[in-house]
T-cell receptor
Framework: GAVVSQHPSRVICKSGTSVKIECRSLDFQATTMFWYRQFPKQSLMLMATSNEGSKATYEQGVEKDKFLINHASLTLSTLTVTSAHPEDSSFYIC???????????????FGPGTRLTVL | SQKIEQNSEALNIQEGKTATLTCNYTNYSPAYLQWYRQDPGRGPVFLLLIRENEKEKRKERLKVTFDTTLKQSLFHITASQPADSATYLCALLPNRDDKIIFGKGTRLHILP
């Protein structure tokens, strides 16, 4: 149980294009999903908290107009990297917190990640 | 400053021995601490959670300790196997109203 999928697993795009990454909880509902970015040999850095039915909460230094998040249902959140540039190349990972329980006390289940390469 | 520290260098352990990984933190009083496993190019997989009022937690060959006085957690893998080779991340909840933060992880190599 508690499986989270991400699509695509890998994407290569040209500078200036937009890329959408999907995060799905396959066997549970999640009112809250998180989006992280991870650079090589670095820790996961939280980008934003995605809340179903409301606006995402972005961490300091993360541009909300560049990283658009839509949490359209209790099983799907999407991250769109708009006008991507080479510096946006990274490993993007989502996680989901099952159910309606307290956001910050439940275990997160992570997706397999999406490797984005911007040429 | 507030931070989480994990062994920065890779840890090489002979198969069958116990691997011990360290997670130290400063300036936090975390409600709980978690350990995750991350394989290359994959997302983290949750392993264990230990709460502030717990000293030790076990799961099969895994054992986690939590010393709130030393501000340290130890993660042990007994009877280690080459398949245990991965990066292990420590994460904690700084405060009850905060978000989980992660250490950089320690790469563990179990040598056959």
């Amino acid at each position: 149980g508690a499986v989270v999928s991400q699509h695509p697993s890998r994407v290569i795009c040209k500078s200036g294009t937009s890329v959408k990454i999907e995060c799905r909880s396959l066997d549970f509902q999640a009112t809250t999903m998180f989006w992280y970015r991870q650079f090589p040999k670095q820790s996961l850095m939280l980008m934003a908290t995605s809340n179903e039915g409301s606006k995402a909460t972005y961490e300091q230094g993360v541009e909300k107009d560049k990283f658009l998040i839509n949490h359209a249902s209790l099983t799907l959140s999407t991250l769109t990297v708009t006008s991507a540039h080479p510096e946006d190349s990274s490993f993007y990972i989502c996680s989901a917190v099952p159910g309606l329980a307290g956001v910050y006390t439940d275990t997160q289940y992570f997706g397999p990640g999406t490797r984005l390469t911007v040429l | 400053s507030q931070k989480i520290e994990q062994n920065s260098e890779a840890l090489n352990i002979q198969e069958g021995k116990t691997a011990t990984l360290t997670c130290n933190y400063t300036n936090y009083s975390p409600a709980y601490l978690q350990w995750y496993r991350q394989d290359p190019g994959r997302g983290p997989v949750f392993l264990l959670l230990i709460r502030e009022n717990e000293k030790e937690k076990r799961k099969e060959r895994l054992k986690v300790t939590f010393d709130t006085t030393l501000k340290q957690s130890l993660f042990h893998i007994t009877a280690s196997q080459p398949a245990d080779s991965a990066t292990y991340l420590c994460a904690l909840l700084p405060n009850r109203d905060d978000k989980i933060i992660f250490g950089k992880g320690t790469r563990l190599h179990i040598l056959p």
